[in-house]
T-cell receptor, first 114, second 113 residues
Framework: DADVTQTPRNRITKTGKRIMLECSQT?????MYWYRQDPGLGLRLIYY???????NKGEISDGYSVSRQAQAKFSLSLESAIPNQTALYFC?????????????FGPGTRLLVL | GENVEQHPSTLSVQEGDSAVIKCTYS??????FPWYKQELGKRPQLIID?????GEKKDQRIAVTLNKTAKHFSLHITETQPEDSAVYFC????????????FGQGTTLQVKP
């Protein structure tokens, strides 16, 4: 959906550098997520946030940090990038309802750490 | 915690044949099961979903079935077409209105013309 955007779309960086990936959405959803995708491993949750003051670790949060600057913006940082963080990163959004868990993905950021 | 296993990892069919992808989940309290399709270089997009109070759901050539007793669900694609070639992911909700999904490992479907 064009309603979820990510910048940059591609990034090459060196080991030890700090980088930030940004996500913005115009869907009005309160929930936002960061995933990484690796071949054969599917999509794994790094961090998620249900509102600006509610940020939670996912299953693979080590080496990452996040910031929810506003309801519509959720950034992922790699404080000191390492080669095994080379992956495809997706931001996703979702709406809080009683039974709705559907998530909508951004276009992804392809990151290469040399 | 919740775990989702997806099989097969790759699937090749002839155009017009049917394709079936299967997933099993570990937490019987999961109640929402979406399927996503990811075309090459694109984002995952929701194609169909099913909730635990329903056994089957269809949308044109795709259908999903759920067996709660066995804790497995399947995606069925009939009359496959080359544009169905993609990676397909199943997912299961983590119980407790957590807003979280756990994804399977993905199936690469190739439809040969």
């Amino acid at each position: 959906d064009a309603d979820v955007t990510q910048t940059p779309r591609n990034r090459i960086t060196k080991t030890g550098k700090r980088i930030m990936l940004e996500c913005s959405q115009t869907k009005g959803h309160d929930r936002m997520y960061w995933y990484r995708q690796d071949p054969g491993l599917g999509l794994r949750l790094i961090y998620y946030s249900f509102d600006v003051k509610d940020i939670n670790k996912g299953e693979i949060s080590d080496g990452y940090s996040v910031s929810r600057q506003a309801q519509a913006k959720f950034s992922l940082s790699l404080e000191s990038a390492i080669p095994n963080q080379t992956a495809l990163y997706f931001c996703a959004t979702g709406r809080r309802t009683v039974s709705q868990e559907t998530q909508y993905f951004g276009p992804g950021t392809r990151l290469l750490v040399l | 915690g919740e775990n989702v296993e997806q099989h097969p990892s790759t699937l090749s069919v002839q155009e017009g044949d049917s394709a079936v992808i299967k997933c099993t989940y570990s937490d019987s309290a999961s109640n929402y099961f979406p399927w996503y399709k990811q075309e090459l270089g694109k984002r995952p997009q929701l194609i169909i979903d099913i909730r635990s109070n329903v056994g089957e759901k269809k949308d044109q050539r795709i259908a999903v079935t759920l067996n709660k007793t066995a804790k497995h669900f399947s995606l069925h694609i009939t009359e496959t077409q080359p544009e169905d070639s993609a990676v397909y992911f199943c997912a299961a909700s983590i119980p407790g209105n957590t807003g979280k999904l756990i994804f399977g490992q993905g199936t690469t479907l190739q439809v040969k013309p």
